[in-house]
């Protein structure tokens, strides 16, 4: 079992950044991990995954350029940069960990609390 607590969320001004942690505890040997979001009234979709081992990342088009996946040395703690932030990034977006495959699929092993993103125009 995996435990994540999200961090980093806040009111940002259209066009700003942010920088969202989230920090892994428990078996986290060789899991992927990625970002989620969810928007009042939508479901929640995949926003970015990012390989245990060579670190490949995957992004959804609409974040594409403006976001950047990354993680820690100790592979433990996984950041999402987010850039020229839109108003259409409002959501509550929510770490998860799993297999690389089950992250990318929308079907992690376990999730985050998530942590809200509130970008005003």
């Known amino acids: 079992q995996v435990q994540l607590v999200e961090s980093g969320g806040g009111l940002v001004q259209a066009g700003g950044s942010l920088r969202l942690s989230c920090a892994a505890s428990?078996?986290?040997?060789?899991?992927?991990m990625g970002w989620f979001r969810q928007a009042p009234g939508k479901e929640r979709e995949f926003v970015a995954a990012?390989?245990?081992?060579?670190?490949?990342?995957r992004y959804a088009d609409s974040v594409k350029g403006r976001f950047t996946i990354s993680r820690d040395n100790a592979k433990t703690t996984a950041y999402l940069q987010m850039s020229s932030l839109k108003p259409e990034d409002t959501a509550v977006y929510y770490c998860?960990?799993?297999?690389?495959?089950?992250?990318?699929?929308?079907?992690?092993?376990?999730w985050g609390q998530g942590t809200q993103v509130t970008v005003s125009s």
């Open positions: 998860a960990a799993g297999t690389y495959l089950s992250v990318v699929t929308g079907r992690p092993h376990s």
């Open positions: 428990g078996r986290t040997f060789s899991f992927g």
């Open positions: 990012i390989t245990w081992g060579t670190d490949n990342t």
